[in-house]
């Protein structure tokens, strides 16, 4: 029986530079932090309490569309998130609004410090 996926890759292009984004704007964990090689680093961050952990990978082995996320994020208030993060100089690229694929979805879309596209959700109680 399945339980859990261990991690997600995304790509960066500086590990450092996303491991601030992650860390310091979106509140994720470093769950490890180790040498991988001469010039890159086994990164994998987490959301506090969380088991399903994010890896940074490089560009060559993971890749995303422009206009495709590559991560979802799952908040509380999808508002008071948008704008928390916004404070912080994260540019918003849609929303915060109400999605049109389901009416008790609130979502914004925003780009990470390697400019992945990220969503950002939240749904109410139906």
């Not at 010039?39 to 995303?64: H, N, Y």
């Amino acid at each position: 029986m399945l339980t859990r996926i261990n991690f997600v890759q995304i790509p960066v292009k500086d590990q450092q530079r996303a491991l601030e984004f992650y860390r310091d704007v979106m509140g994720m964990g470093v769950d490890t932090d180790a040498a991988y090689g001469p010039d890159f680093r086994w990164i994998f961050m987490a959301i506090p309490g969380a088991r399903t952990k994010l890896q940074f990978a490089r560009p060559t082995e993971v890749s995303f569309g422009k206009d495709v996320p590559a991560l979802t994020l799952i908040c509380d208030d999808v508002d008071a998130e948008t704008a928390r993060i916004a404070a912080l100089g994260v540019k918003i690229t849609d929303g915060p609004a109400t999605a049109p694929w389901e009416s008790v979805v609130r979502y914004a879309m925003f780009r990470d410090s390697e400019d992945n596209l990220i969503l950002l959700q939240s749904t109410s109680v139906r």
